[in-house]
């Protein structure tokens, strides 16, 4: 649900594949304009540390890894 911030419908998010090519130049639409959006997910399949690095600088609400040989290592 979007929710309205100082003027702004804020856009809440969640990156299938954050660590791709698509998913990491989402996150830089998100880094230009951060007060109109809201991360909520962020998914994985074995890039496990870039999701690592996605989720310490943007601080979603969680993380998903698909593949489960990888759980482990995040």
């Given at each position: 649900?979007?929710?309205?911030?100082?003027?702004?419908?804020?856009?809440?998010?969640?990156?299938?594949?954050?660590?791709?090519?698509?998913?990491?130049?989402?996150?830089?639409?998100?880094?230009r304009?951060?007060?109109?959006?809201q991360?909520?997910?962020?998914?994985?399949?074995?890039?496990?540390?870039?999701?690592?690095?996605?989720?310490?600088?943007?601080?979603?609400?969680?993380?998903?890894?698909?593949?489960?040989?990888?759980?482990?290592?995040?």
């Amino acid at each position: 649900m979007d929710a309205i911030l100082k003027g702004y419908f804020v856009r809440t998010l969640t990156i299938l594949g954050s660590t791709g090519s698509i998913g990491t130049q989402t996150l830089d639409i998100l880094d230009r304009f951060p007060e109109e959006f809201q991360l909520n997910f962020l998914t994985a399949h074995t890039r496990i540390a870039d999701l690592e690095a996605q989720a310490l600088r943007y601080q979603p609400k969680g993380v998903a890894i698909s593949n489960e040989a990888c759980w482990k290592e995040f």
